[in-house]
């Protein structure tokens, strides 16, 4: 058996390193969510065959003569119709990474563990929510909005003459961001159960 005196100072250098842990940990996800915000509403998913033009979940957008021409539905932040099943998912996935976000506040009342817990699963259900909203967003492919740009070959999960743009790759990566950050929040979390004495091992006196 360790002596007391060693195992209060590895739990010393354990809460310091996870508290430099947990701020990196914050900052990712906060990253995370600005990323987020900007992938849904950038009109720039895919883009058109030689530079026609490109689109998103809310607007397309054509070149013209007078610069760059961007159409959607009259509501603001409502989503075009072939997608709006693909920006619910999306919007669903922001907002678990940013409650995900918010969590880290219960860190100052609630067992660490837990608090890194909670947020870790929400951070998967983002990831799933994010993957859902990356596979059904091709399934529009074929709508009339967007074949003007990608030619009458283009069909569900077929594009014709356009190609991937930035945002539908980063939304891709961004799936993965949030699998990262939920395998980091489960270790930090089982860590915290194990060999945090001040909440779980020694009960004051």
């Given at each position: ?48 065959g ?15 003569d ?84 990608c ?48 909440e779980?091992?020694?009960?004051t006196?």
């Amino acid at each position: 058996m360790e002596p007391h005196g060693h195992v209060e100072l590895y739990d010393t250098d354990f809460v310091q390193n996870g508290r430099a842990v947990t701020v990196l940990w914050a900052s990712c996800t906060l990253f995370l969510g600005i990323l987020e915000i900007v992938v849904l509403l950038q009109p720039a998913w895919v883009l058109g065959g030689e530079g026609s033009g490109q689109f998103g979940l809310y607007q397309v957008c054509e070149e013209s003569d007078w610069g760059t021409e961007c159409r959607g539905p009259p509501a603001a932040l409502e989503a075009l119709p072939p997608f709006q099943t693909a920006a619910g998912f999306m919007v669903g996935a922001l907002l678990l990474v940013l409650f995900s976000l918010a969590c880290i506040g219960l860190l100052w009342f609630c067992n660490s563990g837990t608090v890194f817990k909670l947020c870790a699963w929400l951070q998967i259900s983002a990831a799933s929510c994010q993957a859902l909203g990356c596979i059904l967003f091709p399934d529009g492919w074929d709508s009339a909005a967007v074949r003007p740009l990608c030619g009458y070959r283009s069909d569900r999960y077929e594009l014709g003459t356009c190609s991937v743009h930035w945002a539908y790759i980063l939304a891709i990566l961004g799936i993965f961001d949030c699998l990262i950050l939920s395998v980091l929040g489960f270790t930090l979390g089982k860590r915290h159960d194990a060999l945090n004495p001040n909440e779980d091992k020694y009960p004051t006196k």
